[in-house]
Every structure is written in C-alpha cells, then in structure tokens.
C-alpha cells in the first residue's frame, strides 16, 4: 500500500481472519465469543471423557483459551491499530490507517478515525503549501525591492522615476498578497455577509479594468456589454474581487501582446447575467480545467502568484449562488460567470 494508505502497523497477526466482522453489534461478538468457549470446553470434556479429571480440564481450558484469543484478537484489532495510528500522528505521521471491515460498532469507530486521519493529512498537507507558497510569493517582491533600495542607497542606480516605479510595482505585489491572505482567511470562516445592490454591468467592468490595469499599464483590455444597459445584483465588493482577478489572471499568463476582453451578457435564466473574461494567451488543458479554481494552483505561472487568484474568485461567486467555469474557446482560455437574479 501507498504511505497515504497504509493500514495498522503492518504485523501479521493484525491481517489474521476476522470470523466475527459480520456480526453488526459488539455485544453480538462477546457472547458468542463466551458461547464458542463454553462449547469447547464442554466438546473436549467428552472427547476426553475416560481421561484423568485434571488432564481433560487442563486440555479443555487450553482450547478455550486458544479459541478466545483468536476470535478476541479480531474484536478488539481496530483498537490497537487506532493507538499505533494516534501515536504516529502525534509525531506528524498522518499517513496510518486502520483496517475496518468490522460492521459494528468499533468498525464504526474504525472508520471514523480513518476519515477524520484523512482530514489531518489534508489539512497538513494544506498548511505546507500554504506556508511554502506564501513564503515564495513573499519572497520574490521582498528581493526585488531589497536589491533596488540597496542599489540606491549604495549610489550604485539613481531613484528616477523608472526605478521608483519598479519599487512601487513591487510593493502592490506584496499589497496583493497580504489582501488574498485576508480573503483566505475570510473564506475559511465562512462568515463573509452580502451587500446587495443593482448596478450597471458596463460602469462596473470599466471600473475593474481600469484599477486592474492601472494608469501606466497597457491598454489590453476590452470592455464589451451587450445590451449597454444591461444591471446586475450583486455584492460589489465581492464581484469586483472575482473579476479583478480573473482579468489579473487573463494578463499575468498571456503574452506581452495578449488581448484580453471582458464581455458581459444576460443569462438564460431570467434576470441573470454572465460575465466572461477571455484572452488569446496559452489557455488552460480540459484535464486540468477541474482543478483551476482549486487552492494554489498555479497552471506552471512562475511570476510569485499565490494561486489563491481563482480560488477566491470561485468563493465570491458562490456566494453568489453562481458559478464559475472555464468554457471551450476557438484559442487562450475563457472564464465564465454565471450570476443567478438577485
């Protein structure tokens, strides 16, 4: 078996038959098991009926004993691989599981502790690459500017206006940052209350495209709403999160000269809309299309992104009660949200 399932301690008596797993209740098993002894010892007093007394008794408390430890060994096996499981997640080994084909209740037990062992494994698993994926995010910005601010100081370069840019740029990163750690943490709360309100689709997707791309930043992106009057409801803090990072998306891994349009159009469904965001970068494969919107998932970007930008889109948009897909395009990659009527 895999580590990430890897059954008791391995021994082999704990793979030994299991004659009482079929029984649904634990006091079922104990008087049977209670039963079975008495029937054997009874069994081997009249097989050994013209024996000396103490020969036959001696005889007849062995086979009873034999018989209840192979048939207690099964019972209470679950226990025993629970504590050696317990024992090595307390040293941070999540990886044990515990053999549970018993169908009462310590099988019961049994498989519990195995789903609450696969919860631990993956909440460490996610607290490692949050903290690997931060710290390489963090890191990248904090360099860059550490390396241009000496360089200045050292009277190496000059704070031009293009140098303080770089710096400026830099910082905003590592503003981005700080602002998807916030929403992370807001996300796993799930405590995050919805401001309704209706407003244009058109003024607001200028709005995200023009803080998106920022004064000094090119002119890549198309705004195209049809028809020109068409309203949304919805939280505008939020759906402004979800776009913003989706056009942020559609320019961080397209090339200098993708184009990136920004459509807005009604939903079939009555009163709702879709937004879409589509760009003639590289795109995103149909095998990984499932785990786009999924924590950390960079799609091979290597520029510092946290790979929370999808997520937390997903996460606004759910709580819209819409949803959000990455559709077929002719060329690049088009992500679609669809909002339901307020």
Known sequence: MSAGNRVGGGR?????????????SFKVKTGLLVVAALFLASLMFWVTARWPFRYALALAMLVSLAVTQILAHGMTSPLREMTA?????????????????SRDEIGELARAFNSMAEDLEAADRYRRELIGNVSHGLRTPIS?????????????EEPDPARMQVALDQTERLGRLVAELLDLS???????????????VRDFLEDVVRQAVGPAGPRRVQVDVQPSGLCVDADVARLHQAVTNLVDNALRHGSARTQVVVRGRPAPEEGGVIIE???????????ERSRAFERFTRGGSTDGGTGLGLAIARWAVELHDGRIEVVDTVRG??????????
């Open 12 to 24: 082999i008596v704990d793979r030994l038959p299991r004659p009482l797993d079929p029984f649904r």
């Open 85 to 101: 499981a317990a024992r090595a997640m307390a040293t941070g080994d999540y990886s044990r599981r515990v053999r549970s084909t």
């Open 144 to 156: 860059a500017l550490s390396a241009l601010l000496e360089n200045v100081v050292d009277g190496v």
């Open 186 to 200: 807001r996300l796993e709360e799930g405590a995050v209350q919805l401001d309704r309100e209706r407003f244009p």
């Open 277 to 287: 965001v589509e760009d003639d970068g590289p795109g995103i494969s149909p095998g």
């Open 333 to 342: 990659c088009c992500i679609r949200v669809t909002l339901p009527a307020g």
